[in-house]
């Protein structure tokens, strides 16, 4: 037997038999820090059992178990792109008619942090607002994919805060201050894989309060439709994520705001306000 103990202080789990994971188990992946270590591991209740490699292509278990607590969770993946849709629940288009296809944007991989991580408001920001949305996490390579094909090409989903600089959306030739600076893309904690993600609930909620709450079977463009749309212009690779939209109406954050976006299954991305140079 083999010690697998990272430090002599650590809590582990001995596992003799590493075993592979299948696509269909309803299963909770994390990406975490220990000990200045970056690995991803699939969560169990408190634990986290470490993967070899990444859980996009038949990630194994390390045998090594830590607990949750001991860790620091990062952004559960690391995205080449970050595609993005906009106004895709009735209730968030106001008196906007309803699109004939997909509004996409993009944001950029330095946008994207994980949960407990701050939101830094830019200089010269003054209406900085959350967007609760469910995320879409790619599996395998799509290039031109059928919309009844597009889940198999979904590894799973997690959730996600567009934060949006409405002044920069209203007034930039194009949204990249206002959707991709850094930080305007937390996701997390985890990715769920096996639920129907065409009814799960994305709630948000500001300093405790619940701003915004609605089901994702209320998308104007469903999940597959989206994926698959997306894939027509650009590759998809394993890892990459899209934003599918934001439910309701969106406020301003300030500084010492604590925003949480909870999607069903998936866990509370939690993230703190601040300002640039706070």
Known sequence: MKNT?????????????????????????VRFD????IAYGILEDESIHELAGDPFAA????????????????APCEPSKVIAVGLNYRSHLGDRPVAAYPGLFAKYPTSIVGPESNIVIPEGSQNLHYEGEL???????????????????IFGVTAGND?????????????????????FGPIGPTILT???????????RLNGEVRQSESTKDLIFSIDEIVSYVSRYVTLM????I??????????????????????????????VVAAGG
């Open 5 to 29: 103990c990272w430090t002599t202080s650590c809590a582990i789990v001995l596992v003799m038999v590493p075993r592979a994971i299948t696509a269909q188990e309803l299963t909770t992946y």
């Open 163 to 183: 934060v949006s600089e409405r002044d920069w959306q209203r007034d930039d030739l194009q949204w990249l201050r206002a959707k991709a600076s850094d930080t």
């Open 59 to 74: 990630p194994r278990r390390t045998g090594r178990t830590i607990r949750r607590s001991d860790v620091r969770l990062l």
């Open 243 to 272: 934003f599918t939209g934001t439910p309701g109406s969106t406020a301003a954050m300030r500084p010492g705001d604590v925003v949480e976006v909870e999607v069903a299954g998936v866990g509370i991305l939690r993230n703190t």
């Open 34 to 37: 220990y000990q200045n270590h």
């Open 194 to 204: 096996g639920a129907n993600y065409d009814d799960l609930l994305v709630q948000t």
């Open 135 to 153: 995320v879409v996490v790619i599996g395998k390579r799509a290039s031109n994919v059928a919309v009844e094909e597009a889940h198999e090409y």
């Open 238 to 241: 394993p890892g990459d994520v």
